[in-house]
């Protein structure tokens, strides 16, 4: 069974901010993705990141795979409101032709005005 | 276009009691996938449909079953409801099986009492 483990499992900061989330596995992912969920919502996919060492840059945002492919991290520079919510990340993977997603709990952000 | 469409949005089950919930996925999208979220497990994968062929299956036991209809839709079923099996039941599809960009629905929330 892959685990992914993400920290910190909470985190509340001040608008303006900057901030790094984490996700760590010991296993090998074929690629990650990062998810933002608002109360009362599903996730949203922000970004798939494919290949070791990847970094991906949305907006404010950014995303950076592993070189082992085993971990990721997601850096918010200057946190706004709007940012407040849970952070997801996915590790994919294949197994005889089919393949999964494996979820970590999440890193709950809040970011106060 | 519209999104992932689950229904009912909140439920309220007693123990011994069976559930179904519905998911309508996007348009165009073949695969659905189910999801149980709480807040101790995070999100752990139920199974996912495609063509009306379940592809892929989560540890999860015989009481959560789920099926796909020719234009898409899924039901899951849970029979039997246990008081942990209160949860958000999130419902994604995307183009075709296997794993790339997600699209979730809202979620049915379900609380056994």
């Known amino acids: 069974t892959q685990l992914l483990e993400q920290s910190p499992q909470f985190l509340s900061i001040q608008e303006g901010e900057n901030l790094t989330v984490y996700c760590n596995s010991s296993?090998?992912?074929?690629?990650l993705q990062w998810y933002r969920q608002e109360p009362g919502e599903g996730p949203v996919l922000l970004v798939t990141v494919v290949t070791g060492g990847e970094v991906k840059k949305l907006k404010r945002l950014t995303f950076q795979f592993g070189d082992a492919r085993k971990d990721s991290s997601l850096h918010i520079t200057a946190a706004q409101p709007g940012d407040t919510g849970l952070y997801l990340c996915?590790?994919?993977?294949?197994?005889?032709?089919?393949?999964?997603?494996?979820f970590g709990k999440g890193t709950k952000l809040s970011v106060i005005p | 276009k519209a999104g992932v469409t689950q229904t009912p949005r909140y439920l309220i089950k007693t123990r011994g009691q069976q559930v179904t919930l519905s998911c309508s996925p996007i348009s165009g999208h073949r695969s659905v996938s189910w999801y149980q979220q709480t807040p101790g497990q995070g999100l752990q994968f139920l199974f996912e449909y495609f063509s009306e062929t379940q592809r892929n299956k989560g540890n999860f036991p015989g009481r959560f079953s789920g099926r796909q209809f020719s234009n898409s839709r899924s039901e899951m079923n849970v029979s039997t409801l246990e008081l942990g099996d209160s949860a958000l039941y999130l419902c994604?599809?995307?183009?075709?099986?296997?794993?790339?960009?997600?699209?979730f629905g809202s979620g049915t929330q379900l609380s056994v009492l």
């Open positions: 996915a590790g994919a993977t294949s197994r005889a032709g089919s393949y999964q997603l494996t």
């Open positions: 994604a599809s995307s183009r075709r099986e296997g794993v790339e960009k997600l699209f």
């Open positions: 296993s090998v992912f074929s690629s």
